[in-house]
């Protein structure tokens, strides 16, 4: 197998990752449109609860593939083949025991459907076979794709997401045609659970070819003393995966009580369009995480720190102009695409938009605060933002209804881990003032609210049709929010690395070609 340098491997993870992603989520955004065009509102109800519940159950994601994944950097670097192999034995059994564990949980919540659901939503199947569905596919995935965690470790996230998004394109179209021809929701649930399971065969099958190690009978155990280490960086990712899925697995859970399910499916479209930003974006700094853990693995902690004054920068730039394109252009996209109906007074979009940059914001900081294996601080106050996630969004839900579940998200982060986690990674991980960090946080502040208040002055001249005016909002808020953050910045120490990563990147690509 060949070697690549870091810059080669990142470069390829986000042209795979970003290129991907951009052709599927066109596809799947139109999928949704036939989705809504075809079925009931309540089904978008039922998709986004569906999801939130079983997200609740993924114990898969509550600390051993992270924990796993820093653990692998190193033998990697390294090409311990043996190491390898016993973490991917240890990595595969917890799978599967976690597997069998969501299969016995997710039925016991079975019968609280009932409780969750208040009104009986308008459709036609049986709520608990196609819950049972949802359920399957998420179990059957932990039986095949620990294999893949190894791909990302190894800094080929190109490969997975490859395999990932021709699957889903594939998927997409067939459920499109499925909906045009049928209008029927379990002949589209199917398609997704066909194209799960040939998913994860695919990945699994090439995670083998590609690391033939793993396939050895003779695996040796992990000693004593690593695996007492591996299980407390679990146990510490644990506490620190719970609250996240508490803070953004149980809005749809209360406002589906709170307001019904047709106000939760009316929310997702919103939740939709934000959370394709934030996953494309996610395909970025995904993509740059295992070299950012190689990094972390081998270079001094000056450099650390230098390469983490340049993620943050970069994080800024694009939550950034992110966040503002949301504000503006968030309402029209929905009308243009569901209807004047689905859209939703401007106070949403601006809450929705604040718990994108808040949450966005953190990337560089949870990046490092992994690959440094700082999984032990803050754990315990992690299950505090969920608790408190939960108390504000009932008290807030019951008094402002979808707005108040929403900025009740923000109020629990923003008392525990966005003032935290900064302070953990520059205190146990640079050994530096956190004071650093929280005077560019409000300097960024300052910028972007300058660059909002010049888009917000220019979209008032903005008129003509819906299409027009999009189009238009889109290209001035670009123009306005990338000048204002280039003359802030274009004198900066982050600038400068930004020029020369700019320039190794344009050296391997003329080399490539």
């Not at 280490?229 to 609250?243: A, E, G, N, P, Q």
Request: proline letters at 2%; hydrophobic letters at 50%; charged letters at 15%.
């Amino acid at each position: 197998m060949k070697n690549r340098s870091r810059t080669e491997y990142s470069v390829l993870n986000i042209i795979a990752g970003v290129g991907g992603y951009i052709v599927n989520t066109i596809l799947g955004f139109i999928c949704r449109m036939v989705f809504v065009k075809c079925l009931a509102a309540d089904y978008l109800g039922v998709n986004g609860l569906f999801t939130n519940i079983l997200s609740m159950l993924s114990l898969a994601e509550l600390g051993i593939g992270g924990a796993i994944i820093y653990a692998l950097y190193k033998p990697l670097a390294e090409h311990d083949d043996e190491k390898i192999a016993s973490l991917v034995k240890v990595y595969g059994t917890a799978y599967r025991i976690i597997g069998i564990v969501i299969g016995i949980i997710g039925i016991c919540l079975m019968p609280f459907l009932n409780f969750i659901i208040t009104k009986p939503p308008h459709i036609t199947e049986s709520i608990y076979v196609l819950y049972m569905i949802n359920l399957f596919n998420t179990v059957i995935t932990y039986f095949y794709s620990y294999r893949s965690s190894l791909l990302i470790a190894a800094q080929q996230n190109y490969i997975v997401v490859g395999i990932n998004y021709i699957i889903t394109i594939l998927q997409s179209i067939f459920q499109m045609v499925a909906l045009v021809i049928t209008r029927n929701y379990m002949v589209y649930i199917a398609i997704q659970t066909l194209g799960t399971i040939i998913y994860n065969l695919i990945v699994s099958y090439t995670a083998q070819r590609r690391f033939p190690c793993i396939n050895n009978k003779n695996i040796e155990s992990l000693p004593e003393n690593e695996r007492k280490s591996l299980f407390k960086d679990i146990r510490d990712l644990t506490f620190y995966k719970i609250s996240g899925l508490l803070v953004n697995s149980t809005d749809n859970i209360l406002i589906t009580f709170f307001r019904g399910l047709a106000t939760t499916g009316i929310a997702s479209n919103y939740t939709l369009l934000v959370n394709t930003i934030n996953s494309l974006l996610g395909q970025v700094f995904n993509s740059l995480t295992a070299s950012i853990g190689n990094h972390n693995a081998i270079e001094s902690e000056e450099k650390k720190y230098q390469m983490f004054g340049f993620m943050n920068m970069m994080n800024f730039w694009i939550f950034g102009w992110a966040t503002l394109g949301i504000i503006f252009c968030s309402s029209d996209i929905v009308q243009l695409c569901f209807g004047t109906e689905y859209v939703l007074p401007i106070k949403i979009p601006m809450v929705i938009a604040l718990n994108f940059y808040t949450v966005g914001m953190m990337n560089a900081v949870w990046t490092y605060k992994h690959t440094l294996g700082l999984f032990k601080y803050g754990r315990f106050l992690q299950i505090i933002t969920g608790i408190l996630n939960i108390i504000f969004s009932v008290y807030l839900g019951r008094k402002w209804g979808l707005f108040g579940i929403l900025f009740a998200t923000f109020m629990a982060r923003i008392l525990t881990n966005l003032w935290y986690d900064p302070y953990a990674v520059y205190t146990h991980g640079f050994h530096k003032s956190v004071i650093q960090y929280f005077k560019k946080y409000i300097y960024y502040i300052i910028v972007l609210g300058m660059a909002a208040i010049l888009c917000y002055v220019s979209f008032k001249l903005i008129v003509g049709p819906l299409v027009l005016r999009i189009l238009i909002k889109m290209v001035v808020c670009s123009v306005i929010t990338n000048i204002v953050f280039f003359i802030a910045f274009y004198k900066s120490r982050e600038m400068v690395v930004l020029k020369n990563i700019v320039i190794k990147v344009c050296k391997i690509i003329k080399k490539r070609g």
